[in-house]
């Protein structure tokens, strides 16, 4: 695929394509539906890592069939919730999807608040393969803080660049990057420069703004109204399944609570209590990850919508006539 803005600019007219990014609850879904008021014909790409998982679609917030028909969504449902999903398969399927929608001239709004998948995508990430008996091993190697300390020294001897960008405590970065090093053969840096590395993209990027605030009362919000919708039943079904869920499906913020709650290990109101909790701390995880992006325009996420739209409209309109291969970082 030709990543370039050409490969946009050729579909009559419809340009390079738009990246909405934010943490979860700062209303996407809604601002994408909007936008459809304005820019026709409007196909989504969904960046999220969870709503890929069917029979997952009430605690993702995964958009509903109506909301579909409005604007079709691309990378959802993909795969049952015992299957692993990886990066690199989302960069194929995305792949695959852009190719689908250059034959429609259609506009595109990729949308989502997984920002490994948005930067995989947007940057045309070169990612390195998977090495399960590597993994494990390593996985068994960091049972404490202690150990992935020791692994991280074991990283920085073989390969110091991905180290010194590594902090010794993150027990995932740190076993990826030495199953990668290890496995490969190849030093985990080598495969490109790194999640810092912010390249010129034929991608508009343009984020939500939200206070923290704001964004913690939504979090709620929108996870009680998932429970009024059924969420507990979903998680119940999940787990009446012959194939037990994926290691990363069942990581999933709400559903892991409330399957330890279906095992007995939580009463339900602390399931829920917690669930809200580490869902507004991975919220300002997502705001510092896309925070580091010096491409990104922000707009007021807090207003309305249709209003929130226009704003996002602008941007993206006046990028198209700037032309040129980056996004303002305004």
Same mark, same amino acid.
């Given at each position: 695929?030709?990543?370039?803005?050409?490969?946009?600019?050729?579909?009559?007219?419809?340009?390079?394509?738009?990246?909405?990014?934010?943490?979860?609850?700062?209303?996407?879904?809604?601002?994408?539906?909007?936008?459809?008021?304005?820019?026709?014909?409007?196909?989504?790409?969904?960046?999220?890592?969870?709503?890929?998982?069917?029979?997952?679609?009430?605690?993702?917030?995964?958009?509903?069939?109506?909301?579909?028909?409005?604007?079709?969504?691309?990378?959802?449902?993909?795969?049952?919730?015992?299957?692993?999903?990886?990066?690199?398969?989302?960069?194929?399927?995305?792949?695959?999807?852009?190719?689908?929608?250059?034959?429609?001239?259609?506009?595109?709004?990729?949308?989502?608040?997984?920002?490994?998948?948005?930067?995989?995508?947007?940057?045309?990430?070169?990612?390195?393969?998977?090495?399960?008996?590597?993994?494990?091993q390593l996985?068994?190697?960091?049972?404490?803080?202690?150990?992935?300390?020791?692994?991280?020294? /074991? @990283?920085?001897?073989? %390969?110091?660049? =991905?180290? *010194?960008?590594?902090?010794?405590?993150?027990?995932? +970065? $740190?076993?990826?990057?030495?199953?990668?090093?290890?496995?490969?053969?190849?030093?985990?840096?080598?495969?490109?420069?790194?999640?810092?590395?912010?390249?010129?993209?034929?991608?508009?990027?343009?984020?939500?703004?939200l206070g923290?605030?704001?964004?913690?009362?939504?979090?709620?919000?929108?996870?009680?109204?998932?429970?009024?919708?059924?969420?507990?039943?979903?998680?119940?079904?999940?787990?009446?399944?012959?194939?037990?869920?994926?290691?990363?499906?069942?990581?999933?913020?709400?559903?892991?609570?409330?399957?330890?709650?279906?095992?007995?290990?939580?009463?339900?109101?602390?399931?829920?209590?917690?669930?809200i909790v580490?869902?507004?701390?991975?919220?300002?995880?997502?705001?510092?990850?896309?925070?580091?992006?010096? /491409? @990104?325009?922000?707009? %007021?996420?807090? =207003?309305? *919508?249709?209003?929130?739209?226009?704003?996002?409209? +602008? $941007?993206?309109?006046?990028?198209?006539?700037?032309?040129?291969?980056?996004?303002?970082?305004?």
């Amino acid at each position: 695929m030709n990543w370039g803005p050409s490969r946009w600019d050729g579909a009559e007219g419809v340009g390079r394509p738009l990246a909405l990014v934010g943490p979860t609850a700062s209303g996407k879904t809604s601002v994408t539906l909007a936008l459809a008021d304005l820019v026709q014909p409007l196909e989504a790409v969904a960046a999220d890592s969870m709503t890929v998982y069917r029979h997952m679609n009430v605690g993702t917030a995964t958009p509903s069939l109506a909301e579909r028909a409005l604007v079709p969504h691309h990378l959802i449902d993909l795969v049952d919730a015992d299957e692993e999903f990886s990066v690199a398969r989302f960069q194929r399927a995305a792949n695959e999807a852009f190719d689908d929608i250059a034959t429609r001239s259609a506009h595109v709004v990729v949308v989502g608040g997984t920002g490994l998948y948005h930067q995989a995508l947007i940057d045309h990430l070169s990612l390195p393969g998977r090495y399960p008996d590597v993994a494990l091993q390593l996985e068994a190697d960091a049972a404490g803080e202690s150990d992935v300390k020791a692994l991280h020294a /074991r @990283l920085a001897g073989l %390969d110091p660049t =991905a180290a *010194a960008r590594i902090q010794p405590t993150n027990r995932r +970065r $740190v076993i990826r990057a030495l199953e990668v090093t290890l496995g490969s053969g190849r030093p985990f840096s080598s495969f490109g420069p790194g999640l810092e590395a912010y390249p010129p993209s034929p991608f508009v990027l343009v984020g939500l703004r939200l206070g923290r605030d704001v964004t913690a009362r939504r979090v709620e919000k929108r996870f009680m109204a998932m429970m009024d919708a059924g969420l507990l039943d979903e998680v119940r079904a999940l787990l009446d399944r012959p194939q037990p869920m994926s290691r990363t499906a069942a990581q999933a913020l709400g559903y892991r609570e409330l399957a330890e709650h279906l095992r007995g290990e939580r009463t339900l109101d602390n399931a829920v209590s917690t669930a809200i909790v580490r869902t507004r701390q991975f919220a300002v995880r997502q705001e510092r990850w896309f925070r580091r992006d010096p /491409r @990104l325009t922000w707009v %007021d996420g807090e =207003a309305d *919508a249709a209003t929130v739209a226009s704003a996002a409209h +602008r $941007v993206w309109t006046d990028a198209k006539k700037w032309g040129g291969p980056g996004a303002s970082g305004r």
